[in-house]
């Protein structure tokens, strides 16, 4: 009786793709969730949950994300500082004005692993407020997902 070995990818396995997505419209989990199972590379077939077998994705017009319901005004981003009383809250708008990018940033981060592989993930997101982005030298290919654009 022969047994059959379990496929264990090696990092020479691993062969990186760029993509890029625009954001506008999109909402902002159903983007994130995406986003996320690209960079962990679970649409590979050789995924490891152990190693990082994931690609590079670029997302473009990140000023332009939507939120479903009243979360545009209710919803709050908050930081702790690390020292008493050193709690600090902003709001969605007051983000999306300054920071675009931060948005999809924390959404995103927040769905990966909490150690060393998540931060090696995470560091393949490039986020990009407008609709232009400098990596146009990697060549990459527009991703499109399944999910219902929020009309406003």
């Not at 930081?79 to 709690?87: A, E, F, I, K, V």
């Amino acid at each position: 009786m022969k047994m059959q070995k379990t496929f264990t990818p090696r990092p020479t396995d691993v062969d990186r793709a760029w993509w890029v997505v625009d954001a506008a419209d999109v909402p902002l989990g159903r983007l994130a969730t995406e986003i996320a199972r690209i960079l962990r590379g679970k649409h590979n077939p050789k995924f490891a949950p152990h190693m990082d077998m994931g690609d590079f994705v670029i997302v473009i017009n990140a000023e332009k994300i939507a939120v479903s319901g009243s979360k545009a005004e209710d919803k709050r981003y908050y930081r702790h500082s690390g020292y008493p009383g050193g709690l600090s809250e902003e709001s969605y708008a007051k983000v999306l004005a300054a920071h675009p990018e931060r948005i999809i940033e924390r959404a995103v981060r927040g769905m990966l692993p909490k150690n060393r592989l998540g931060r090696a993930q995470f560091r393949k997101l490039k986020v990009h407020a407008g609709p232009t982005h400098p990596h146009a030298a990697q060549s990459p290919q527009p991703l499109e997902f399944n999910v219902r654009k929020v009309v406003s």
